[in-house]
């Protein structure tokens, strides 16, 4: 079964699309990439926090040409928890993608922000995993969806599309935004919570197998643009408590915008980011952004050391 909360259509949806095709393939990845030794699935195969990033080049032009350009590069942090990240000499947003994949069929979080990169991100997925992917997405700005056609266009592959009312129907919410619901990839539950506020269908991910809340361009390294101011604050008291009890080792954005120096970032358009912040956030940042807001009667730009309050 997908969904174990309110899911069931998303089963039929995905099976339809993907049963004639996977029929043979899902038995055999789920021996190849998905172990029974759960501590072995769990066990990182990187310290995120070294993680040396793509960061672009001084010469994009030159840097495109190089026979070794990497359009993705991809970082299995665990046997089945892959993050991808696109270069920043293809688009400056540079964003992250994540890939959970479960004994039965896997997700895949955004498609990057280029039409071209959308083939290229297919191979790499596909280098890593034969099982069925639901294609969703951390919310449905052009930067985290322009890959969408090449996954569309793919045998396997289901894309969730974009808007709040398209992303509650897939998933089966009843209750948006105020309550999540869990996805099941098979020995693999994803909870999905709505977060508003950045765009008006946000969404939070908890994996309980990699530990990471990912929180798209909710919460970042980065200039934190808000929306809906109303709907944002509203999405981060709600984070806050949903983490809460949850064991959540990092949360995880889409983008890098901050420099190692506290409150300094690196200006809008930049493709050359030699010293970049790390990637992982914590429940402590959830945390700082969420007292802030409270304690802040008109909401303005407030720089807030790992991140910058960006209201619109």
């Known amino acids: 079964m ?4 309110r899911g069931f259509k998303v089963v039929f949806h995905v099976l339809a699309t993907s049963i004639l095709w996977s029929a043979g ?3 055999a990845q789920r021996h190849a990439s998905s172990p029974v030794d759960s501590s072995q699935i769990a066990e990182p195969l990187v310290d995120l926090m070294a993680v040396s990033w793509i960061h672009g080049a001084e010469d994009c032009d030159a840097g495109r040409r190089e026979s070794d350009y990497v359009e993705w590069q991809q970082v299995r942090y665990q046997v089945n928890t892959v993050i991808f990240r696109q270069n ?5 947003e540079a964003p992250f993608v994540y890939l959970f994949i479960g004994t039965e069929m896997a997700l895949l979080i955004d498609t990057g922000a280029t039409l071209d990169a959308g083939a290229a991100l297919v191979d790499s997925i596909r280098a890593v995993t034969d099982l069925a992917v639901i294609v969703a997405h951390s919310h449905g700005h052009g930067d985290h969806r322009l890959g969408d056609d090449a996954f569309r266009n793919t045998d396997g592959m289901t894309v969730v599309e974009t808007g709040a009312g ?10 948006w935004p105020d309550e999540p619901v869990t ?3 098979g020995a693999r539950e994803i909870e999905l919570l709505p977060i508003p506020g950045h765009a008006t269908d946000d969404l939070a991910f908890y994996d309980p197998i990699s530990k990471f809340v990912v929180t798209g361009d909710t919460l970042y390294p980065g200039r934190l643009y808000i929306g809906e101011w109303r709907e944002y604050h509203a999405s981060i008291s709600r984070l806050a408590t949903w ?10 954005g889409t983008h890098i915008e901050m420099s190692k120096t506290p409150n300094v970032d690196y200006p809008i358009g930049t493709t050359y980011q030699p010293d970049e912040h790390h990637l992982p956030l914590s429940v402590s940042d959830v945390t700082i952004l969420q007292e802030a807001i409270a304690n ?16 619109r």
């Open 2 to 5: 997908l969904c174990r909360s």
């Open 25 to 27: 393939a899902c038995d």
């Open 88 to 92: 920043k000499c293809s688009n400056y």
């Open 166 to 175: 398209a992303v509650r129907e897939f998933f089966d919410f009843e209750n």
């Open 183 to 185: 996805l099941e990839l």
């Open 243 to 252: 983490v809460e009890n949850k064991s959540v080792l990092y949360v995880m």
């Open 296 to 311: 802040m009667g008109i909401p303005r730009k407030t720089r807030l050391g790992s991140f910058i309050l960006w209201p």
